[in-house]
């Protein structure tokens, strides 16, 4: 168990429809990172947040938003959903922004119909 | 623009062979680490190497990182089915301001008794 907590870990959803994931970091770690793996691209690094400000932005599409909150989880909205968006939705979580190792969550199984 | 490269792509081996799996990557770099998972589960952290000749190793495998060359392999020692998973290699993107992962295509091993 790494410490980081996603929910929910099975969502499925049809075509058009919004969701929102959320994570609860391990205690103590201020920065939180969204990937999303899929058979076809592989692990995309999406976003990274450090004490509720954004700290870096990969291939995330304008569909999808992000926040980290006072309370440090954060949460990844998804919307106008597509078929490509089927995938597993993973948060890691580390002390600091640019040092130190990443802790992943067990991910969110999205499945969009 | 960061890229990371793996190979194979996928390995079948029989019990007690040996292999290898090798990492590239296209920028300079302070960190690289190799992550297992599998089917459908989080990424566990099997190493991290932090400066050139770095060696690690655990149990069946080792990791070797050549920050010159820019590349990493991760050797498998007389394979054991429970081996049989997906290994990635991740590389720092930017280091300093982010601590994001870039990951490789990833290895999918299959150990046959």
């Known amino acids: 168990d790494s410490g980081v907590t996603q929910t929910p870990k099975h969502l499925i959803t049809a075509t058009g429809q919004r969701v929102t994931l959320r994570c609860s970091p391990r205690?103590?770690?201020?920065?939180v990172y969204w990937y999303q793996q899929s058979l076809d691209q592989g692990l995309q690094f999406l976003i990274q947040?450090?004490?509720?400000?954004?700290?870096a932005k990969g291939n995330i599409l304008e569909r999808f938003s992000a926040q980290q909150f006072p309370d440090l989880h954060s949460e990844l909205n998804l919307s106008s959903l597509e078929l490509g968006d089927s995938a597993l939705y993973f948060c890691?979580?580390?002390?600091?922004?640019?040092?130190?190792?990443?802790?992943f969550g067990e991910g969110s199984r999205l499945t969009v119909l | 623009e960061l890229k990371v490269e793996q190979n194979p792509l996928f390995l079948s081996m029989q019990e007690g062979k040996n292999y290898t799996i090798y990492c590239n990557y296209s920028?300079?770099?302070?960190?690289l680490y190799w992550y297992r998972q599998d089917p459908g589960k989080s990424l566990e952290s099997l190493f991290v190497?932090?400066?050139?000749?770095a060696v690690k190793q655990e149990g069946r495998l080792m990791a070797s990182l050549d920050t010159k060359a820019r590349l990493s392999t991760l050797h498998i020692t007389a394979a054991v089915h429970d081996l049989s998973a997906t290994y990635f290699c991740?590389?720092?993107?930017?280091?300093?301001?982010?601590?994001?992962?870039?990951f490789g295509t990833g290895t999918l091993l299959a150990v046959q008794p």
């Open positions: 890691a979580s580390s002390v600091n922004p640019g040092t130190g190792e990443l802790f």
């Open positions: 205690s103590g770690d201020l920065s």
């Open positions: 947040y450090y004490n509720g400000e954004e700290r």
């Open positions: 920028t300079t770099s302070d960190r």
């Open positions: 190497l932090l400066s050139n000749g």
């Open positions: 991740a590389v720092v993107g930017e280091g300093g301001a982010t601590n994001k992962l870039i």
